[in-house]
């Protein structure tokens, strides 16, 4: 029983082997540079969110430091970026942070991050798909959904007010044009993106040509009016301004703070870069590239944009709804409007493109791995693209925008997104401490600690019976670190990363659900987030003293430990804030999730699979001698376990 119990806890642990040596061995078509990975990274993260987010946070939460709010969302957002960059380099295959994941700390909660960076693919693509449709007839004077409702009207909860056609046919043409190949939907990407990009410069030069300051220094006093009128009073004793304070910051730093929390989600988006690691020509260079310099341009639009918004016409008065139209009309300039309503169509195309382009590779990602269905996996001969994956995805996304009322359903994109951007940047933590090499070693360990003879429950016995041995050692070794990374020092900083999530989750359910104790400044709650507040200040001191790896790649994560564990503080805190809706939807996907996975993933799990095929001379090698034999039957199960994992395959060009 104990025996089962311990594979079954290994099962759920065990790390994907990634073959160094073949990093360029790919069945994907490799066709794409790095300006198609920026233009993938710009269409999919400047989406139709600029266009309406600037009006709407600036009137209701940050007036016109909004610009202030998209500076701390981009730096947020950054961090995570940074994180991904990072692995890119390391580790350039498909998948993003579900084969993250997999590689550091485990098969389930790789299967976790996939599973749940579906759901954000598919609702992604169903809600845009929707947008669109919407955006297009409301340009043509709404004829398509009054034919609708008149004819395909639904009033079921849950349901959708009628059936989107439209968004149908607009999900499967575009999964078409993926499974027809990735060069032509790179370029098609492009070529929507171009035009986004052009519009958004018009809007942020006419906004400061047509722009005044003084939209920056609105009084208190003329926002006092403002209300007066807008309420209709008689009474204009003792009225208070529904819009601030005036100002620069008219909602003082918290609005500004609340703002940023919003416009974090716009630059959602960026992650599917990291999805094209078998499609990209230089993946090691091109994916940091893409991915710093996406979210540098996205930045350079939201603030110019926001910036012109709010110095063409009071912030007060802009529309939540169009924005931007309703600024150009205050102007003067109302044949804009086209402008802006062509480019928000292309923004909306980019997006939507940007949405069905990674789900179909994460699930490629999944099937190849065996954790999802193997026929999955399947790759197109003269595509050399995920053929059945594309199409599946497409049509499982095309019925959700057929039926469903999405509204609902956005909130749990934002779970699956933050989740991964959180174990990503927990991922470069551990990664970034472990021994040199820890691809290669943890190859060569496998053979014998995944052994099926029952020498590996041995081994693994005695390896904790050592370490309890010594005890004092593992103490000196966490107040005294070693120069170089060790097995030890790896250790200690796996278990300080697990101890600082946890305070990180009780910090930000306290601040969210017992904010009025905090300010009521409460005995009880102020002791428990100091003694939270001690924890969490030990937890960093006690990485910052472990040593790092010395092996360099093309890009690594700057000021480590602080971005990545900042990135999880801030992603943590964003999941605290949602629903308890949206974290009873998000319970029963993955409910669903775990009936695959414990049902089919587990049992045909290549790294299984691998693990029953490996011999077990590695053991008996291993046995046979301590010295220069144990270093032998290392180096040769190390091969031998490259080789059960990953067979060498031709790279596919185009």
């Not at 999964?175 to 958004?200: P, R």
């Not at 697990?498 to 305070?503: E, N, R, Y």
């Not at 301590?626 to 395959?649: L, Y």
Request: charged share 15%.
């Amino acid at each position: 029983m104990l025996e089962q119990v311990l594979w079954f806890s290994r099962s759920l642990v065990r790390r994907k082997v990634v073959d160094m040596s073949n990093l360029e061995d790919s069945k994907l078509c490799r066709c794409l540079g790095t300006v198609d990975l920026i233009a993938l990274g710009v269409g999919s993260t400047l989406g139709a969110g600029v266009y309406v987010l600037a009006g709407e946070v600036a009137k209701g939460d940050s007036g016109p430091s909004i610009v202030i709010s998209f500076l701390i969302a981009a730096l947020a957002s950054v961090m995570a970026g940074l994180c991904y960059a990072e692995f890119g380099a390391r580790v350039p295959k498909t998948g993003s942070a579900y084969l993250y994941s997999y590689v550091t700390v485990g098969e389930i909660w790789a299967f976790i991050t996939g599973w749940n960076l579906i759901l954000s693919y598919v609702i992604g693509t169903s809600s845009v798909a929707r947008a669109w449709s919407g955006t297009f007839d409301e340009m043509i004077g709404g004829h398509i959904e009054v034919f609708c409702k008149t004819y395909f009207s639904m009033n079921s909860p849950g349901l959708a007010q009628y059936p989107d056609f439209f968004a149908v046919c607009l999900i499967l043409l575009l999964s078409g044009l993926l499974s027809f190949g990735v060069k032509e939907s790179a370029w098609v990407n492009k070529v929507f993106t171009s035009v986004n990009v052009l519009v958004l410069l018009f809007v942020i030069i006419s906004g400061f040509v047509k722009g005044d300051a003084h939209n920056w220094e609105i009084t208190e006093e003329s926002l006092i009016n403002v209300t007066i009128v807008t309420r209709n009073l008689s009474v204009t004793a003792n009225v208070s301004s529904d819009y601030g304070v005036g100002g620069f910051m008219p909602f003082g730093f918290s609005g500004t703070l609340a703002g940023a929390a919003t416009c974090f989600y716009a630059f959602v988006g960026f992650d599917c870069i990291a999805t094209t690691g078998e499609e990209v020509k230089n993946p090691q260079r091109a994916i940091p590239i893409g991915i710093v310099v996406s979210l540098t341009v996205c930045f350079l639009a939201y603030f110019g944009v926001s910036a012109a918004l709010t110095l063409m016409m009071p912030y007060y008065l802009l529309d939540e709804k169009s924005p931007l139209p309703m600024a150009f009309e205050y102007v003067g300039w109302s044949p804009a409007k086209y402008v802006v309503a062509a480019g928000s169509l292309c923004a909306l195309s980019t997006s939507l493109l940007g949405s069905i382009f990674p789900m179909p590779r994460v699930i490629y990602a999944m099937a190849q791995d065996g954790v999802l269905f193997k026929v999955l996996a399947r790759i197109n001969p003269k595509t050399k693209t995920p053929l059945i994956a594309t199409m599946t995805s497409g049509v499982v996304a095309a019925i959700m925008a057929f039926l469903f009322d999405l509204k609902a359903l956005v909130d749990m994109m934002s779970i699956g997104t933050l989740l991964a951007y959180s174990l990503v940047a927990v991922c470069v933590l551990i990664l970034r401490y472990q021994p040199d090499g820890p691809l290669e070693k943890r190859a060569g360990e496998r053979d014998y600690l995944s052994s099926e003879a029952g020498e590996s429950d041995l081994t693994e016995s005695e390896s904790h019976l050592n370490m309890l041995k010594g005890g004092s050692s593992n103490l000196q070794a966490v107040l005294h670190p070693p120069a170089s990374p060790s097995e030890h020092s790896s250790s200690v900083v796996n278990l300080t990363v697990c101890v600082l999530v946890l305070v990180v989750c009780v910090v930000s359910y306290l601040t969210t659900y017992h904010i009025y104790s905090i300010l009521g400044m409460e005995v009880w709650i102020l002791a428990l987030l100091t003694l939270c507040l001690l924890i969490f200040s030990g937890c960093v001191a006690m990485v910052c003293r472990q040593p790092q790896t010395n092996k360099k790649v093309s890009f690594m994560v700057p000021l480590l430990p602080f971005l990545p564990i900042l990135s999880i503080f801030v992603n943590i805190y964003l999941m605290v804030q949602l629903s308890g809706d949206t974290w009873i939807r998000f319970s029963v996907w993955m409910a669903v999730g775990f009936v695959i996975y414990f049902g089919y993933g587990m049992w045909h799990s290549e790294e299984r699979q691998r693990k029953l095929r490996a011999p077990v001379n590695g053991c008996s090698t291993r046995k046979h001698s301590k010295a220069s034999g144990e270093k032998r039957g290392g180096g040769d199960a190390a091969g031998k376990d490259q080789e059960g994992f990953i067979c060498p395959e031709k790279t596919s060009q185009c």
